[in-house]
DNA sequence: CGTTCATATGAACAAATATTCATATGCCTA
DNA sequence: TAGGCATATGAATATTTGTTCATATGAACG
């Protein structure tokens, strides 16, 4: 399993708007997942679903209190990414044209 | 549109592992489409369609040169966010396990 | 215990995706 | 202009993916 596989399901992980959403959420600090539903404003059991997705990759770390599942980013670097791929997107123009999936 | 949308499909347009392979070739400068084809030792057709999602989104652009179509990266710091992502992976270990995808 | 709250799971379905095969386009040279 | 390279396109298919609905787990508290 070469290299490039796992660095594909990562950014494939990442690429994926809702899950984009709750990554720059948690970039602000861990939440709990009433707290992210809320937010995102989208069924609870998408966003279970997402949070799933995120923590099979590790990109999310779990912590229960009470009733209460806490998640957060598995390291700071990861909202990092998030933000200069952002930045890229914008400055570069990257997905603009409606040819790019859609 | 949002912004998480585009920067969605820019994210799951480099996590797939021939793009992310073509993208890794051609930071090392321009390529043309069959020395593209032999490095990955994959069909032409194949890597014709993963070079056209590229450049749809913007990422590579092309030069034509007699009969022969010369690609390269928009930008170098596609090249530096691929390249963080791989070392994230393998320091966070990331994607590891095989629940994630697979 | 039984109930309520918070989260997770699983099946089912529609939509998107990667790949292959076959064929088309476009550029060059004899 | 005929023929050969180099690349692109389109249809067909199998697989993966996101979403919804319904239901299950599990923790607290009366």
Redesign the interface.
Known sequence: M????????????????T???IM?LLAGGERCVGDIVSALGREQSLVSHHLRALK????VITRQEAQKVYYHL??P??AE??L???S???R??????G???E
């Open positions: 070469p290299t490039e596989d796992k660095e594909a399901r990562f950014l494939q992980c990442i690429g994926e708007p899950r984009l959403r720059k099979d990759c590790n990109v598995a390291s670097e990861l990414i998030v200069k791929s952002e890229l997107v914008t570069l123009s990257l997905c603009q044209n040819r790019c999936g």
